[in-house]
């Protein structure tokens, strides 16, 4: 139990492009899902917090903006970066939570390069 | 706030030895929990086990143990035997026991199991 899935696994895209990643909770409803990015040999960072039919919560200095996120359904949440740059590139997680539990179960990953 | 260290960057072994991962955290909360989480080189996070603050029985699973001491503020993870396969980044992780907290990962150690 508690799988989670994300597609798509990896994305190429030019710059300027806009990129959409889903995160699916396959055996659970999720009422918290959360994104996370990771740089090359670093530590997990918490991009915002996503609770269904609600506005995701970010993090300070993550701009709402740029990375819009969508939590339509128990199941489903979406990360869009729009606009990608170069910068952008990177390993993004997304993790999802059961209502009143501790625990969160976290997506394969997407990698994201912009080129 | 919260705060976990994992001072062990990396770690390299040969295949059978037994090796254990360091993890010591911070928090002024009386409740919260404690988690190991492994990321292959796949990338996934894979969920080991969830410890919370009022138990601190140390448990076994299979090769795999954890040693939870309030007293040092540090939840250790030894790994028996360890074979090639166990060859991930392992991330601690702490969340305090109220709603809405987030998850504060470690830094991650890196065990490289060696033939």
């Known amino acids: 139990g508690a799988v989670v899935s994300q597609h798509p696994s990896r994305v190429i895209c030019k710059s300027g492009t806009s990129v959409k990643i889903e995160c699916r909770s396959l055996?659970?409803?999720?009422?918290?899902m959360f994104w996370y990015r990771q740089f090359p040999k670093q530590s997990l960072m918490l991009m915002a917090t996503?609770?269904?039919?609600?506005?995701?919560?970010?993090e300070q200095g993550v701009e709402k903006d740029k990375f819009l996120i969508n939590h339509a359904s128990l199941t489903l949440s979406t990360l869009t970066v729009t606009s990608a740059h170069p910068e952008d590139s990177s390993f993004y997680i997304c993790s999802a939570r059961l209502a009143g539990k501790e625990t969160q179960y976290f997506g394969p990953g997407t990698r994201l390069t912009v080129l | 706030a919260q705060k976990v260290t994992q001072a062990q960057t990396e770690i390299s072994v040969v295949e059978k030895e037994d090796v254990t991962l360091d993890c010591v955290y911070e928090?002024?909360?009386?409740?919260?929990?404690l988690f190991w989480y492994k990321q292959p080189p796949s990338g996934e996070l894979v969920f080991l086990i969830r410890?919370?603050?009022?138990?601190?029985q140390n448990e076994i699973s299979g090769r795999y143990s954890w040693n939870f001491q309030k007293s040092t503020s540090s939840f250790n993870f030894t790994i028996t035997a360890s074979q090639v396969v166990d060859s991930a980044v392992y991330f601690c992780a702490l969340i305090r026991g109220t709603s809405g907290s987030r998850l504060t990962f470690g830094e991650g150690t890196q065990l490289t199991v060696n033939p």
């Open positions: 996503s609770n269904e039919g609600s506005k995701a919560t970010y």
């Open positions: 410890r919370n603050s009022f138990d601190e």
């Open positions: 055996d659970f409803q999720a009422t918290t």
């Open positions: 928090t002024r909360d009386t409740t919260y929990y």
